[in-house]
């Protein structure tokens, strides 16, 4: 099933959440309009970033399986939708804060400042992933997108900071799995006990 799904298809399964963001904004009355949209926008940046990341440790898990072969070839979809919910959160918090000034005096918070500099990496990751910069940059491509280890720290942080244990344990339910699997990835590629060569 999944690996019959068109990308079209996919694209229009990742824009899902973002119609319904719009949709708050336009139905929405009062202030507080794009304030209601800001999270959800942020949430689908990481959680698509995530499922993106997930790819790699999953097909090292399971093997014979079909679904993180599929997810493996089709990461970058996740990766750029990441992209573009993480610029629409950036977006509705500039113009939910409304100044310039705002936003500067906000930098120095340590919720706020993480975020920033998730963004700041996810910028090169979402112009750099059409087919074109892969040829083009060649190995150097690999190591940008490892960069996106950072970003997802980053935003791990970002999250957890914002609505104090509240927001630590959705973080923590989110990046949980994805933390796991890349601790079991390092383990069996550089940890665990090979079996020494006949002498």
Known sequence: MLSRLSPYWLWALLA???FGALMGIVNATGPDAFEEALHPTGEFAARFMIVAMLAT???LVFRGWRGPRWLMRNRRYFGVAAFFYAVAHTVLYVVDLGTLQKVVNDIPKFYIWTGWVAFLIFIPLGVTSMDF???LM???WKLLQRTTYIAAILTLFHWAALHDWGGTTAALVHFGPLGLLEGY?????????RPQPAT
């Not at 990835?185 to 006990?193: A, G, M, T």
């Open 185 to 193: 990835r390092v383990w069996y590629w550089y940890l665990r006990p």
């Open 138 to 140: 060649g190995p150097k």
């Open 57 to 59: 440790p999953l097909v």
């Open 133 to 135: 910069f892969v040829r």
């Open 16 to 18: 899902l959440p973002g």
